[in-house]
């Protein structure tokens, strides 16, 4: 079961006009809320991130904060699966072609649920792969934008080295990778880039912040040389499907001692604590 404009419906009666603007420019933002047990992850957090790209973009929000819980909810309770991705995005409408605004075009709302695809426990203890690109997409990578193309070249980078990211520089220094967050570990301490339009601001790395700070484990944002992240003694990726996820190769090199370090098995610790505590919660409130 999928959502669009209004209605549930079987994904094969989904269509939408060839005339959308997300079709032809990909004009519009999007979302993914990870689902677990039927408990949505960090929801509240994931439809201010919308609200906040639909105003970037100048989309009128079709659903009120309310709205869009319920809806997603509805459709997480269709699903025959427990641990879900739910992917939301909304485009400009359909309009004559135009690169101008429409003057009365009616946002488009899809949403579908799939199952949710976290990386096997094997990956999780071995570590994974990453590459290295310059980051030559533009300068709005704060707004979650359905336009992809400049994410998915530089992901295609890592895929046919059969690496799972690509981690990128802009300037000599870390932006983050073609799909995640990326954090650094020298010394004990743990960096990150701070939040610009150079970086889309995760739900994850939020997560991590949070955890990072309760755990009293030290944690800066703040510029990351590139030089800096090729001698890391600890490289993570974070997103709301990978979670944390420690690269222990990059670029043909070992990172640190060529497996995940103390620091990711503290964090990725507290991170699974955190995860069972927002779900119990989360349960409780749904049997009240
Ligand atoms: C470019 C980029 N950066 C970072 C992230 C991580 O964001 P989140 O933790 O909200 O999933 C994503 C997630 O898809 C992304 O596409």
């Not at 009120?64 to 879900?84: G, K, M, Y």
């Not at 690509?166 to 954090?183: H, P, Q, Y």
Request: glycine share 6%; with cysteine; charged share 25%.
């Amino acid at each position: 079961m999928v959502f669009l404009n209004g209605k549930f419906m079987p994904v094969e009666e989904a269509r939408v006009p060839v005339l959308d603007r997300g079709f032809i420019f990909g004009d519009g933002v999007y979302e993914l809320i990870p689902v677990y047990s039927r408990v949505p992850f960090r929801i509240d957090e994931h439809l201010a991130r919308l609200e906040r790209s639909l105003a970037a973009v100048r989309i009128r929000n079709p659903y009120s904060r309310a709205e869009w819980r319920d809806i997603i909810l509805q459709l997480v309770a269709r699903q025959p699966f427990d641990d879900q991705g739910v992917y939301f995005q909304v485009t400009r409408g359909v309009a004559k072609r135009d690169h101008a605004f429409p003057k009365d075009a009616v946002p488009t709302v899809f949403i579908m649920s799939n199952p949710l695809v976290n990386p096997p426990r094997e990956v999780v203890e071995r570590g994974a792969a990453a590459v290295t690109a310059v980051d030559n997409r533009w300068q709005r990578c704060d707004i979650k934008s359905i336009s992809l193309i400049g994410n998915c070249l530089l992901r295609q980078v890592s895929a046919d080295a059969g690496a799972v990211e690509t981690i990128l520089f802009r300037d000599g220094k870390l932006t983050e990778a073609s799909a995640s967050n990326v954090f650094v570990v020298k010394g004990g301490v743990i960096l990150s880039p701070p939040k610009s339009n150079l970086i889309l601001p995760g739900i994850t790395y939020d997560v991590i912040a949070e955890i990072a700070q309760a755990g009293k484990l030290p944690l800066e944002f703040r510029d990351v040389a590139e030089s800096e992240v090729r001698a890391a003694d600890e490289l993570w990726i974070t997103s709301s499907s990978k979670e944390v996820l420690a690269i222990v190769a990059l670029d043909g090199k070992a990172v640190g001692g060529g497996k995940p370090g103390p620091v990711f098995h503290r964090v990725y610790a507290l991170y699974q604590e955190f995860k069972q505590k927002v779900m119990r919660a989360g349960k409780e409130r749904q049997a009240a």
